[in-house]
């Protein structure tokens, strides 16, 4: 899923070249527009997604295919790929979406067409920003640049060698995965790798020759230089100190002739908009207001002590477990902080239940993504394989983190709080020096575990990286919660030599104990609540439900279709069925006895009631069943690491629930479950009742 889908989606012909190109515009017919330049032929427009999301919610931007990739042709005559080419269909793309005046952007060889048409269309140009910059002939080629070496057969080829034309011919691939993994050298880059050589496969080894024996349009360093320091326009070069590509020369003199603002990120390659997405996109973000004199929106400074306490939430909208715990936190506060003022940036389906608990939602969450939606886009049929997911959720997390960072510049508070806040706490360790006030940090899981033994390394990769994180920035978190006990914690390694999950885990975090968001139930309130709900107090009551994301419909539908055999099983049975707020009820089939009901504001109260209830193995559901202490069947979700092992591992410490393969959840097998455990004794292991006291504590304590 794309966290930005394009408002215009269109082509230019060019030279019998067809070139597609898309459009995202904010809304706003006087905001300036932003042409996002193609780079190499090797990527599509896709190696933009990190800075599309956002500049768009300010400025129109385009995006451009270049020849020999994504929705453009792939011609095999060099001259379509000519640094003359690439003008024309600049030129022609801007004429066919009516954009007048432009700020270029480009990559690597976009870098210098971005200059090229600074110098050669003024008229067109307002400013160009030139990433990594190719710049002919202002230093000595490397020898891998060398037409000899490009054009040598050879026996096999190793290192830069693979930057020759029958290479490319023989294993464009493994040519794709070299040069990636050699210029997105920067550590714990796995995925950014891993999307370049998906981008890079789309193309074709006669387009890439085709388009290193295209011509620029200069013949020697006297014509380069000269046409650099014809640019009457502002510039802005980006560029990495440890670039493998680009020499550190060539990059600076394109930034010298041409009188730019010279920005070097050290310790980065050459795509610094890919692996350091926040820092660029702020530069690019004031570059163009500055350059298009876009006026600043008004700012309104309080003296700090008239200031009242400000709280600012981000609460994790995969499912509504987060939510429901993080308002009892809320509460719990505001009972120690009388006056403290609480802030939202979330989204949906959590504002649902913000706004009927009366809660402030910040505005600014109407630029959020919705991370929800990528989650269903990336099940299968009770099968989500979580970690994936999160992985390919990344340019979701950038645009969502970039709505956090300029709302924090914007506006003071004394404390930010994520739960299970990805973006937030990942991108607040890659950039610092962002941080402007005390933050916490909650969750009820630490470390990505492996479904499939050839998965191991990758994990290790992203726990690696955190506890590097954690590591050079101790004090980043002012606050590590963990919302459960050192129990709750599985024993599996982080990865090869990393300490334990628990090991690591109780050194760095504080222990809240596990937070609900009710009061307990005994007998008489349990009683009391079915005569509220209209069940007899004889009468059996199955409860199934797969709370707030749309990813449990398969396990509903199944077991409805096992409700009428458990209905001949157990005479008088009663299904209730909770879709949530993201599965249409009127999907479900109809049966006699079968209530549907869609979002369910108190689904503890229907949990706390009922004789047995049917869930996925989400930790909210399961958990507030343990507390409940009501007989439950849990289905995790195939390859839900979460589910599978963090979750599977507490119920086992309170002895609760009963595990199912989803794989036996034929209708015959599931209802002899539901008769077996309708009603069941229970003896779990007491969940505590002041855990939403306690985090509310280890809070106040940082304001």
Known sequence: MRAREPDIEGYVKRDGVRIGYEVFDPGDANAPTVVLLPAWSIVDSRHWKAQVPYLSREFRVITIDPPGNGRSDRPTDPAAYSDDAHLAYLIAVLDAVDADRVVLVGLSRGGWWSLVGAARHPDRVLGSVAIAPVAPFLDEQPPYRQVEHFERRRDAYEGWQRFNRHFWQQDLRGFAEFFFQTVISEPHSTKQIEDAVGWAVQTTPESLIAAERSQRCVRDRDEAEALLRGIDRPVLVIRGSDDHCRTPDEMARAALYSRARDVVLDG???????????????????????????????????????????????????????VERDAAIVDALRAKRPGVQVDWLAQH?????????????????????????????????????????????????????????????REPYDLWVG?????????????????????????????????????????????????????????????????????DLVDDPLGPGLPSVRDWT??????????????????????????????????????????????????????VDAFPAARRAVPGLRLVVVAGPR???????????????????????????????????????????????????????????????????????????????????????????????????????????????????LLAELF
Not at 282 to 303: E, I, M, S
Not at 445 to 465: C, I, Q, R
Not at 632 to 650: A, D, G, S
């Open 349 to 409: 389906p959590v504002t649902e239940v913000l706004e009927r608990r009366g809660e402030r939602v910040h505005p600014a969450s109407k630029h959020l993504v919705t991370e929800s939606a990528h989650i269903e886009s990336e099940a299968g049929e009770h099968d989500l394989h979580a970690f994936q997911a999160i992985r390919r959720m990344d340019e979701i997390l950038v645009a969502n983190f970039m709505v956090f960072a300029d709302l924090a510049e």
């Open 268 to 322: 980065v390659d050459h795509m610094p908009h890919v692996r350091e997405p926040v820092v660029v996109n702020r530069l690019l973000r004031d570059f163009v207001r500055d350059v298009t004199r876009t006026p600043a929106k008004p700012t309104r400074w309080q003296r700090p002590l008239n200031r009242p306490r400000r709280v600012l939430y981000l609460s994790s909208p995969i499912g509504l477990g987060h």
């Open 583 to 697: 599965l249409d009820p009127a999907r479900i089939p109809a049966r006699d006895g079968l209530e549907v009901h869609g979002y369910v504001h108190g689904l503890h109260r229907l949990l706390a009631a009922c004789d047995l209830a049917i869930t996925h193995g989400g930790l909210t559901t399961t958990m507030t069943l343990t507390a409940h202490r009501r007989p439950f069947l849990y289905v995790p979700l195939r390859n839900h690491f979460e589910q599978n092992r963090h979750v599977r591992h507490r119920l086992a410490a309170y002895g609760a629930g009963t595990h199912v393969d989803y794989g036996r959840t034929d209708p015959d097998h599931l209802a002899e479950l539901i008769a077996a455990n309708l009603g069941r004794p229970v003896d779990y292991r007491p969940v505590e009742t002041d855990g939403a006291e306690r985090a509310a504590a």
């Open 506 to 559: 109780t050194e760095h975090f504080t222990f809240s104990g596990y937070v609900t968001d009710f009061a307990e139930v005994d007998d008489e309130e349990r009683a009391r609540l079915r005569a509220e709900l209209g069940w007899a107090t004889d009468e059996p009551v199955c409860v199934a439900t797969v709370g707030g994301s749309g990813v449990g419909g398969d396990l509903l539908r199944k077991v």
């Open 419 to 487: 739960d299970e806040a990805w973006e937030l706490d990942y991108f607040l360790h890659e950039n610092p020096e962002l941080k402007r006030t005390a933050y916490a940090w909650l969750t009820d899981f630490v470390g990505w575990l492996p479904m499939a033994p050839d998965e191991a390394d990758l994990t290790g990769d992203y726990n690696a990286e955190m506890v590097e994180q954690i590591a050079r920035f101790p004090r980043l978190r002012d606050r590590a919660v963990f919302v459960g006990n050192p129990a």
